[in-house]
């Protein structure tokens, strides 16, 4: 019975220590999870875009709701750049994700205040309001696929 116990105890604190990395059997599962968050995020950001630039008409029940999908998916990609996914899928991440991790933790965070304040912006409902943070969240994202996704 105390072994039993010292056993879920140990398997207990192991979970907690756990790193978000071991949720993903292998790295390319990790891959593949922060590539799918990508592509979902970069879909309803370009819905955001086309509006924002005039390709598609401005309709602010639509901005709002493909910048709300936009900053939930902002948070995601990020638990899936683990120790250990830098190879093992098809992946653009260049070494400097985990080479200077604080930086890309750093440009990580920007993205999800973009995105905050992005979708904020829309629900204002203005073309106007949603162009400005448009902006500015596409710069985010430039940003640090200069610097940490290959070409
Ligand atoms: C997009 C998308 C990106 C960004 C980036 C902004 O729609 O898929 O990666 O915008 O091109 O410069």
Request: charged fraction near 20%; aromatic fraction near 8%.
């Given at each position: 019975?105390?072994?039993?116990?010292?056993?879920?105890?140990?398997?207990?604190?192991?979970?907690?220590?756990?790193?978000?990395?071991a949720?993903?059997?292998?790295?390319e599962?990790a891959?593949?999870?922060?590539?799918?968050?990508?592509?979902?995020?970069?879909?309803?950001?370009?819905?955001?875009?086309?509006?924002?630039?005039?390709?598609?008409?401005?309709?602010?029940?639509?901005?709002?709701?493909?910048?709300?999908?936009?900053?939930?998916?902002?948070?995601?990609?990020?638990?899936?750049?683990?120790?250990?996914?830098?190879?093992?899928?098809?992946?653009?991440?260049?070494?400097?994700?985990?080479?200077?991790?604080?930086?890309?933790?750093?440009?990580?965070?920007?993205?999800?205040?973009?995105?905050?304040?992005?979708?904020?912006?829309?629900?204002?409902?203005?073309?106007?309001?949603?162009?400005?943070?448009?902006?500015?969240?596409?710069?985010?994202?430039?940003?640090?696929?200069?610097?940490?996704?290959?070409?």
């Amino acid at each position: 019975m105390k072994a039993i116990a010292a056993f879920v105890l140990a398997a207990s604190v192991a979970a907690l220590v756990t790193p978000a990395v071991a949720q993903f059997a292998k790295p390319e599962d990790a891959i593949k999870y922060r590539q799918s968050a990508m592509t979902v995020m970069g879909t309803h950001f370009a819905r955001l875009g086309a509006m924002a630039n005039g390709k598609t008409a401005f309709d602010a029940r639509q901005a709002a709701g493909n910048a709300v999908i936009v900053e939930s998916l902002s948070k995601l990609p990020w638990a899936a750049f683990g120790e250990g996914t830098d190879k093992g899928g098809n992946t653009k991440a260049l070494p400097d994700v985990w080479k200077d991790s604080a930086k890309f933790k750093e440009s990580a965070d920007k993205l999800v205040a973009e995105a905050t304040k992005l979708s904020a912006a829309a629900k204002v409902g203005t073309l106007d309001s949603l162009k400005v943070a448009f902006g500015s969240a596409a710069n985010t994202c430039k940003g640090c696929h200069d610097n940490f996704r290959a070409k």
